[in-house]
């Protein structure tokens, strides 16, 4: 009898570590995402979204509100992003704008928000409509080829 | 030709018993009370060697990518790093490898030795069941066992690079964290290694019981199912894990 006791402590013992090990992995060691949020959704529309991801974060002053949900293609060629603020205590005015900003030169890609100035706030599903696209360091430093090669050009014609 | 007829009776009989087993769900108390005792017989006492491991794996996992990420300058990704590639791979797949080597071997012996000693037709003359008292109860505490264990190894792993990261890297707890809870999602990559744990748990009761019951009862016998389990058990379960990555690794 003793022993069988010892048993099904040993066995509950066991069970209750994973137990308690789930619940740490829940919620200390992974983002609790089956806990709902209570935030809301809102889009923007930019006209270049190259290298924003999903989960990327969003940010006001350099803190971080929310995480972009999806990236998607409209009809019109532009790239619709979902933006999921995570609380719905940062309520954001009609005239915000939203920028695709980079960490650093190289790094990753993020969303930066700067809240207007009007009284009314964005719900859930508003678009953001002034929107200002990223830059593609590509595109910079071709044009900057570009630009200093038909100044090396003018100087060569004018020198004549 | 005839190896491959033979093949396909043994597959065929090994589906067949998993049917008799699951079908022998238990309806007694001395059924339930086997089932705890074979928690406490194959989870317990295999809870001691799933934490090492998963301690020195979380620790060599962390101290090997710190290495490579810090030629990136990405040595703050080091948690997230670390606890994506243990939840949703190493976790499960080296928690059952360990479990093989612990435990299948020892049901496959087991079984074929109360084969060589008659005890099932012992069991059958005395009109009891023995696919409900021995079998399915061995079963059930695998297929139990297994998701608990790699929860546990889990844990340990995470625990350990924390520790690692803290005290012979420099890299600060509160990075750690951040990096690690950004990176990985419960219900996405906790959840998919822990799916990923159950069906290689019933992938290893299967095997083991199959290869114990299906042996030639003599001695030779009994080693040969022994070995057979350990190497077809594990080659399966790493084949299934390519499988279910591949087709539920974006989406789980």
Redesign the interface.
Known sequence: MKENRL??A??G???L??AV??M???F???????RGYDGYTVYAKFDEAAGLRA?APIRIAGVRIGEVESVELTPSYQAKVALRIDSKSTELPLDTTAHIFTEGLLGVRYVAIFPGYDESTLKHDDEILQTNSGFVLENLIAQFLINLGSESLNKGSSDE | MHKLFDRCVRMGEAVAMLFSVLYAFPRRREHFKTI??H??FY??KT?MIVIVAGAFIGMVISLQGYTSLVRFGAESEIGGLT?YSI?RELGPVVTSLLFIGRVGSLLASEMSMMNINQQFTCLKMLAINAYQLVLFPRFLAIVISV???T??F??SA?LSSLMVCKFALAVSTGIF?NS???Y???????MHGFWKSLAFGFVIAWVAIYQGMSAVPNRSGMAKATTSTVVSASLLILGIDYVITALFGSML
């Open positions: 048993l099904n040993g066995v013992a066991f069970v570590l994973a090990s789930m740490f992995l829940a200390f060691a992974s983002t609790p995402d089956w989960r | 705890v005792q928690i406490y989870g317990n809870m606890a939840y998701p608990l264990l929860i546990v889990c844990l995470v964290w690690l809870e950004y990985t999602l419960f219900t996405v990559d906790v």
